[in-house]
């Protein structure tokens, strides 16, 4: 299957469709110079009917085949391809692998398990369908694509068609706050309906990715692993912990760069799982309504400068950085979840090589609000 597949069918579909139509049209023309010659019109006409039902089985051939086309592409990504092609490939077959730098951006659904329980398994379709359907939009229309569905989950990649990484990056950014605008007007649907309302948490990060090929001779899934796939993934099932809707990485955010205005506020420094380096991860603010936006953004400082004398193993300073955080904003799960952690990492054998990083693992047993 070569990587222009679409391209070149739809080429092959025209020039043949094309062929039919001048073919037709040729027959005609024959048949009208020799119609005085020919002895038996029925003949002619029965003639001139197999080119026009032949015509019509040729544009049908050719409608099944575009709709084929058009079907396939729901299940291996245009963009996909395409992107495939832009790195030089000439076909698109097992094993094959490209690297680029994207913004991978995960979406999952909170508390899904137990909402599924209450639902029969066609309720259960038909609201997935019905809520993919509605995040589907966000994402394309911000130059991504979804690379692939993770039962409730959500797997999205950026790669702005000839722009910059910062473009990528913003992309996924805007992508996150028109999710969550997106699924405001899906609630208000469900609530419309006598349903409950839903909430997602989405993370995101920009880095290299592995986009390839992997399967068997008779079954090919297009594929994009590697560490930045895998630090998305843990950014996202790290919001409910820190009841944020939007988590990222300091890696997309110093790739956006600070002139492009998005809303943020630092929310630890952690080791994700799978992962030996910390990251700096944060909580996007833009998509909040303005009085909880200036909330969060009250503590903002006073986190940030507990989080830097934890690291020093600075325990009461940190304390009471966090304390002014809560004081600033009260019932903050972010600044309660600090408080928690600074009591029992102070009383831990910590090595002298310790970074000030908290453990992922820990952090889920100790302190998860989602």
């Known amino acids: 299957m070569t990587l222009t597949t679409w391209v070149l069918l739809s080429a092959g579909l025209l020039l043949a469709a094309y062929s039919v139509v001048v073919t037709a049209i040729l027959v005609g023309r024959r048949g009208s110079s020799s119609s005085q010659q020919c002895a038996d019109r029925l003949v002619c006409r029965s003639a001139q009917l197999s080119a026009e039902e032949k015509a019509r089985h040729y544009q049908q051939q050719a409608d099944e085949a575009m709709r084929l086309s058009h079907t396939f592409q729901k299940f291996v990504p245009r963009q996909f391809v395409d992107h495939l092609a832009k790195q030089g490939s000439q076909h698109l077959e097992l094993g094959h692998a490209d690297e680029d730098e994207v913004a991978i951006l995960f979406c999952d659904i909170r508390g899904f398990t137990g909402l599924s329980e209450q639902m029969t398994p066609q309720e259960l379709m038909n609201f997935l369908n019905s809520y993919f359907l509605r995040m589907n939009g966000p994402i394309h229309q911000n130059r991504g694509f979804i690379d692939k569905f993770i039962g409730d989950a959500i ?11 910062q473009d990528k990056a913003r992309d996924a950014l805007h992508a996150a706050i028109d999710l969550r605008k997106a699924l405001a007007i899906y609630n208000q649907h469900r609530n419309n309906s006598g349903y409950s309302a839903i909430n997602v948490g ?37 919001a409910p912990r820190y009841n944020a809707d ?31 380096a910390p990251i700096e991860i944060y909580e996007v ?26 690291k020093l193993q600075q325990w009461d ?32 054998d910590l090595p002298t090589d310790w970074d000030g990083a908290l453990s992922a693992d820990l952090t889920a047993g100790m302190s998860h609000h989602g």
């Open 155 to 165: 797997m999205a990649l950026f790669d702005h068609p000839g722009g910059m990484p």
């Open 202 to 238: 989405v993370g995101i990060h920009f880095g290299p990715v592995i986009l390839g090929t992997v399967g068997s001779d008779d079954r090919m899934d297009t594929t994009v692993i590697g560490d930045s796939v895998n630090i998305a993934y843990r950014l996202e099932s790290l």
């Open 246 to 276: 939007i988590v990222v990485s300091a890696q997309l955010l110093s790739t956006v760069q600070s002139s492009t205005g998005f809303t943020t506020r630092l929310l630890d420094w952690v080791r994700v799982k799978g992962r030996q």
């Open 285 to 310: 603010l833009d998509h909040l309504p303005p009085s909880e936006r200036e909330q969060r953004l009250a503590s903002s400082e006073h986190i940030a400068a507990g989080v830097r004398c934890r």
């Open 317 to 348: 300073s940190a304390i009471e950085h966090f304390n002014a955080a809560q004081a600033a904003f009260p019932n903050d799960v972010v600044t309660a979840h600090h408080l928690a952690m600074c009591e029992i990492y102070r009383h831990l």
